[in-house]
C-alpha cells in the first residue's frame, strides 16, 4: 500500500529544544516537500527537494533544517531558533514536480 | 507574486442544494492549478490539476474548472460526507517545486 507517513502524529516539546520529525514515503517519487499550516494561512512552503542529497529553501526555511540521504526519507528538524514552532506540518511528495501528495501531518507543540 | 484568494472563507449548504467554491489567482505564468480537500486535523487530499483555461474535470459531485483569472469547484447535490475544506493552489511557469496556497474554502453540508 503506497503512500506517505509521518511520525509522530502529535509531538509537544520544551521551548529551547530541537526537534526532528520523520517523513517517509515508498510512491517512488523523486520531490519532497515541507509546508507548514497555522490557523487562517494557507500552506508555507519551508524547504524541498527535487533529487536525493539536494534541497532547496521554500519560503519559511528559517529555523528549520533538512536532510535528503535517501530517496524516501525527508526528515525535518525544527530549532531552537525557530520563534514560532507550534504548528502542523505537512510532508509531500511528487513524481513530476506537477501534483504533490500530502501525509497526514504532525502537530507539534512548543510550551 | 503569485497569489490565490478563495471565496467564501465558509460555506454552510443543505443536502443537495449546490453552489461553487472560487479561486481567484494571480500568477506570472499559470503552470497548473489544484485543488485539494482537507478534513480536520488530516493531510490535504489530491483532487484535480488544471493546465490551460477552458480545461473542467470532474469527480463524483465535484466538478473542476478553469479561466485565466479564476478556477471554480462546482458541488452538486453535496451530501454530508463532502463536508470539509477545500484548497486551491497553483504552480507558476519556471518553479518546478513551488506551490502557492490559497487559505481554503470550509464547506459544511447538513441533513
Known amino acids: 500500500d503506497g503512500g506517505i507517513t509521518q511520525s509522530p502524529k502529535y509531538l509537544f516539546r520544551k521551548e529551547g529544544q530541537n526537534v526532528t520529525l520523520s517523513c517517509e514515503q515508498n510512491?517512488?517519487?523523486?520531490?519532497m516537500y515541507w509546508y507548514r499550516q497555522d490557523p487562517g494561512q494557507g500552506l508555507r512552503l519551508i524547504y524541498y527537494?527535487?533529487?536525493?542529497?539536494?534541497?532547496q529553501k521554500g519560503d519559511i526555511a528559517e529555523g528549520y533544517s533538512v536532510s535528503r540521504e535517501k530517496k524516501e526519507s525527508f526528515p525535518l528538524t525544527v530549532t531552537s531558533a525557530q520563534k514560532n514552532p507550534t504548528a502542523f506540518y505537512l510532508c509531500a511528495s511528487s513524481r513530476d514536480s506537477y501534483e504533490q501528495y500530502f501525509g497526514p501531518g504532525t502537530r507539534l507543540t512548543v510550551t | 507574486e503569485d497569489q490565490v484568494t478563495q471565496s467564501p472563507e465558509a460555506l454552510r449548504l443543505q443536502e443537495g442544494e449546490s453552489s461553487s467554491l472560487n479561486c481567484s489567482y494571480t500568477?506570472?505564468?499559470?503552470?497548473?492549478l489544484f485543488w485539494y480537500r482537507q478534513d480536520p486535523g488530516k493531510g490535504p487530499e489530491f483532487l484535480f490539476t488544471?493546465?490551460?483555461a477552458g480545461e473542467e474535470k470532474e469527480k463524483e459531485r465535484l466538478k473542476a474548472t478553469l479561466t485565466k483569472k479564476e478556477s471554480f469547484l462546482h458541488i452538486t447535490a453535496p451530501k454530508p460526507e463532502d463536508s470539509a475544506t477545500y484548497l486551491c493552489?497553483?504552480?507558476?511557469?519556471?518553479?518546478?517545486?513551488?506551490?502557492?496556497f490559497g487559505t481554503g474554502t470550509r464547506l459544511q453540508v447538513t441533513l
Open positions: 500568477v506570472s505564468g499559470l503552470r497548473g
Open positions: 510512491l517512488n517519487h523523486d520531490a
Open positions: 527537494s527535487q533529487i536525493v542529497n539536494d534541497f
Open positions: 493552489a497553483v504552480q507558476a511557469s519556471g518553479t518546478a517545486s513551488k506551490l502557492t
Open positions: 488544471l493546465y490551460s
